[in-house]
């Protein structure tokens, strides 16, 4: 072919044409270099010829025999058509069945040799005698290589509406076979042969086609279908040392650059200990060292700051900023909901202010917005949203840039807000617990902290799963808490019912719980209402006047009412283990025992039961963020898309835990050796479009 493989479109291979390339592109595949990389999701193990005497009902079977029968059969119901082949072997018949395909009849003659494979079924009228509902068939010739559909180890791959497996796997094989040569392996030999992984145009035949004379049995078929036979394994782990091989480039450029020393004497800091009601733990004490060492250092700061639910980052955060602002620098804390931002303000401003210091709060429904004040370094720390990264805000002097629940942000956004300012010390939060693994995937450009560690006051929760037999038992529960002085969180999963859902809501159970309890005050918080009526109600709830509160999602993350005691999350099938953990961290917080009760309603499916499953057992959100990225996945692990990343679209990262650890030392250990990978070119060229333009890893003088 002798073209860019990367940039050759998959309209143009053998058997596409235009009207196949839109479906093709619909599974991702543009250009042959996708089709390269879009292996299949499974393996068959078509190539053990059996005897038509010797087949075994229910099982996948393939024959080789002679046509001896072709007909198609118009059933007397409808309008439905069946063509009928039958095979013999010499042994025994089968019949083959294609449904409403009657044109099927003509590929077929009397006498010609074919290979049928597929599920054998019993005849459903006689009870006896072997037939197969539309199996792969092939006709028998000199070139037993050319067999595609039968008499090997079958790839399946996932397909879309209008085209077939059979024809996906046919133009898979005829591209393949036509483009192989035309692959250039980038990754460097040493490192290939240091892991003994093959080269790439072996593994990437046997990936797609897995050659007879190399796979064999159960055990192997087996080893296929888990994606870790050496050839998969070659595959991922080039996509893995690629990410990492960008990450690296992205961490070392950032550690060459000029940036900002703080050296604070901690005036700030010491004066913000001696006003809190508590001690820091050991674990708090230890990261923000590592903070405060990365901050004196004369290059930028990039690092991941890591927490469950309670553990106190705000605290660490809020040091850290005060340690800018006494060198004389701006801070930044971007959040990515308006509540929450204007939750980290309600809970900053006043420790601020007592500091003696200006903070201001800046999202996108704030119409008189102090931008004058934050241009003019008036303004020591300022709280946002996206708002902060939008045209027309500037700083005086920015010197960190704090962004809070990191996984719904991306790289590209962090550049945008690192753009404000001349290098930046930054510092990336999260409370959404992230298993190791999946941190150094997704944030192997920051350096890493975490706090593992809850304040010793914090007791678990006590969680609870019920039915909707046993809402008596809830409503009781409620009452004998709010007796107590404590107040209740009640969670829905909609703000109101519509047509489309049958799920309850949270204004019509606001009004449901309001004659439950006549006596007590209940009012509502959702997404819609302005921000405004948001703090008013929040403000509310935190000073006691508010009893239930009942709410959608938007109390997931940042707030903070030590009286409240008790959730009861409705729904709670609908939710994500992630989403679940992080709404029952509202409570918990106080000297109190609190109670998460989780109300399910049939039925469930298996993923929901493990969900809930897992909550009842578990307080501990780095278990259970474990759990929630084997139930889920990599892919769907966070919700959202990590903006700026490209896509891991072979290796899975719970699978190759350990091939990711070694990707990432062989990549890092590259660009320690060679940081613009000048020795290695087309390597380079490699990197830049697994990327793909996303964010600049190298710098150009």
Request: aromatic share 8%; net charge neutral; with cysteine.
């Amino acid at each position: 072919m002798g073209k860019n493989l990367s940039e050759f479109p998959i309209q143009y291979i053998k058997g596409v044409g235009p009207r196949r390339a839109k479906l093709l592109n619909t599974l991702g595949i543009r250009t042959v270099e996708d089709a390269i990389y879009y292996l299949p999701y499974r393996y068959e193990d078509r190539k053990n010829i059996k005897k038509i005497a010797n087949l075994s009902y229910g099982q996948l079977e393939t024959v080789i025999g002679k046509v001896i029968a072709a007909d198609v059969i118009k059933l007397p119901k409808g309008n439905l058509k069946i063509f009928e082949l039958t095979v013999s072997d010499g042994s025994g018949l089968i019949k083959g069945k294609w449904f409403n395909q009657p044109f099927l009849k003509k590929n077929f003659e009397i006498g010609q040799e074919v290979v049928l494979s597929g599920i054998v079924k019993r005849n459903p009228y006689w009870g006896i005698g072997f037939e197969f509902d539309n199996p792969e068939y092939e006709f028998l010739t000199d070139d037993r290589d050319a067999f595609i559909h039968t008499s090997r180890i079958v790839p399946v791959y996932r397909t879309t509406a209008g085209l077939s497996v059979r024809q996906l796997r046919t133009i898979m094989f005829n591209l393949i076979n036509s483009c192989i040569e035309d692959l250039s392996d980038v990754i460097p030999e040493e490192i290939l042969e240091r892991n003994n992984l093959p080269e790439l145009r072996k593994s990437i035949l046997n990936s797609h086609f897995p050659d007879p004379e190399l796979v064999s049995g159960e055990t192997d078929i087996d080893v296929l279908n888990r994606g870790v036979s050496i050839y998969q394994k070659r595959l991922s782990f080039d996509e893995l040392f690629m990410f990492e091989l960008g990450l690296s480039a992205l961490k070392k450029g950032k550690v060459i650059e000029k940036g900002l020393s703080f050296n604070a004497e901690g005036i700030l800091v010491h004066r913000l200990l001696d006003m809190l009601p508590f001690r820091l733990t050991a674990a708090q004490q230890r990261v923000f060292n590592e903070i405060l060492s990365d901050m004196k250092k004369p290059h930028p700061m990039n690092r991941l700051l890591q927490g469950d639910v309670g553990c106190g980052k705000t605290i660490i955060a809020i040091m850290a900023m005060l340690t800018a602002v006494e060198c004389g620098y701006q801070s930044v804390l971007m959040a990515p909901t308006e509540i929450l931002a204007e939750q980290h303000y309600i809970n900053m401003h006043k420790i601020i202010e007592d500091t003696g210091l200006n903070i201001c709060l800046l999202t996108g429904s704030i119409k008189k917005r102090p931008l004058d004040d934050i241009a003019s370094g008036k303004i020591n720390i300022i709280i946002g949203t996206h708002a902060l990264i939008q045209e027309g805000v500037g700083f005086k002097s920015l010197g960190l840039v704090i962004i809070d629940e990191q996984h719904r942000f991306g790289v590209m956004q962090r550049a945008l807000l690192r753009e404000k300012a001349i290098n930046p010390d930054v510092l990336v939060m999260t409370a959404t617990p992230i298993p190791r693994t999946l941190a150094m995937t997704l944030y192997g450009d920051l350096d890493y902290s975490v706090i593992d560690e809850l304040p010793p006051e914090r007791r678990p929760v006590i969680t609870r799963l019920f039915n909707t037999k046993q809402k008596d038992y809830i409503y009781k529960a409620i009452a004998d808490e709010t007796r107590k002085g404590r107040q209740v969180y009640v969670v829905y999963p909609v703000i109101e019912e519509t047509g489309k859902s049958n799920l309850k809501s949270a204004i019509i159970g606001k009004e449901a719980l309001e004659k439950i309890f006549p006596d007590l005050k209940v009012n509502l918080i959702h997404g819609r209402m302005k921000p405004q009526e948001k703090e008013g109600v929040m403000a509310s709830f935190k000073s006691g006047g508010i009893d239930i509160l009942v709410s959608t999602t938007v109390i997931e993350v940042g707030v903070d009412v030590p009286n409240a005691s008790m959730m009861l999350i409705v729904h709670a099938e609908r939710f994500g283990l992630a989403q679940l953990h992080q709404l029952r961290g509202r409570v918990g917080r106080g000297g109190s025992q609190s109670y998460c009760f989780l109300l399910a309603y049939d039925p469930l499916g298996e993923d929901a039961e493990k969900r809930l499953d897992i909550m009842v057992k578990s307080n501990d959100g780095f278990r259970i963020a474990e759990e929630d990225l084997a139930i889920r996945g990599p892919g769907e692990f966070f919700g959202t898309r990590q903006a700026g990343m490209p896509d891991l679209r072979i290796a899975n990262i719970i699978r190759d835990a350990r091939l990711l650890d070694t990707a990432r030392k062989e990549a890092f250990a590259l660009i320690n050796k060679d940081a613009e990978l000048k020795t290695f070119p087309e390597l380079k060229k490699g990197l830049e479009r697994f990327w793909k333009g996303k964010v600049e890893l190298f710098k150009t003088s």
